[in-house]
């Protein structure tokens, strides 16, 4: 007897489960709105059971966080060379 943790469906024994790391504390079900980096904030995270279709979600959401911040670094590193090149 399980239950999707986001959407609260009912996951019959005999389908696969998916566990994945969520957001339990402050923000329930809002990993994808309402996610926090400023320093101080306090999230929660731990395994919890989701269906198929919400561990796809997560899945894409974390992909699409990671291309982000890779993004994000290679920008960073631009600009600093350009810096350096710049001199
Ligand atoms: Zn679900």
Same mark, same amino acid.
């Given at each position: 007897? &399980?239950?999707?943790?986001?959407?609260? !469906?009912?996951?019959?024994? %005999?389908?696969? %489960?998916?566990?994945?790391?969520?957001p339990?504390? *402050?923000s #329930? =079900? =809002?990993w !994808?709105? *309402?996610? /926090?980096?400023?320093? @101080? /904030?306090?999230?929660?995270?731990?395994? *919890?059971?989701?269906?198929?279709?919400? &561990?796809?979600?997560?899945?894409?959401?974390?992909?699409? !966080?990671?291309?982000? #911040? @890779? +993004? +994000?670094?290679? +920008? #960073? #590193? !631009? +600009?600093?060379?350009? =810096?350096?090149?710049? *001199?």
């Open positions: 007897m &399980a239950n999707c943790y986001v959407c609260g !469906v009912y996951l019959p024994p %005999h389908e696969p %489960h998916y566990r994945r790391e969520v339990t504390g *402050r #329930v =079900g =809002g !994808v709105s *309402r996610r /926090s980096y400023g320093a @101080g /904030s306090r999230a929660y995270y731990g395994l *919890r059971t989701l269906c198929a279709t919400c &561990a796809a979600a997560k899945d894409a959401h974390d992909r699409a !966080v990671g291309r982000a #911040v @890779g +993004i +994000i670094v290679l +920008i #960073v #590193v !631009v +600009i600093v060379a350009l =810096g350096y090149l710049a *001199r």
